[in-house]
């Protein structure tokens, strides 16, 4: 399950970084756009296994919820920094 997460978490990254421009404001503008689709994502997975946790009982719901929660708390992470690096990468220049 976890290389479909990221697996999940890598093709809009890939498919819009793919897209960057030569103007920083575009590039800016494009990773805000990659930072949306990767947590958008990442809520995608973590909604699926919460479906499936649905169908578990006991120990095993439990695990796939906190899964669940860690799979979105990545996808935020990972958001947050490629914002954060394309702001950096803005006032560097």
Known sequence: MKSIAK?????????????????QSK????????????????DAVADSIDLQAADATGAAAD??????????????????AIKENAEKAEKAH
Do not use: F, H, W
């Open 63 to 80: 695990k796939m919820n906190s899964k669940a929660d860690a799979v979105r708390a990545e996808g935020k992470d990972e958001a947050k």
């Open 27 to 42: 590039q800016e503008e494009a990773a805000d756009k990659t930072a949306d689709a990767v947590a958008a994502s990442s």
């Open 7 to 23: 697996n999940a978490l890598l093709l809009p990254i890939l498919a819009l970084g793919l897209g960057l421009a030569a103007c």
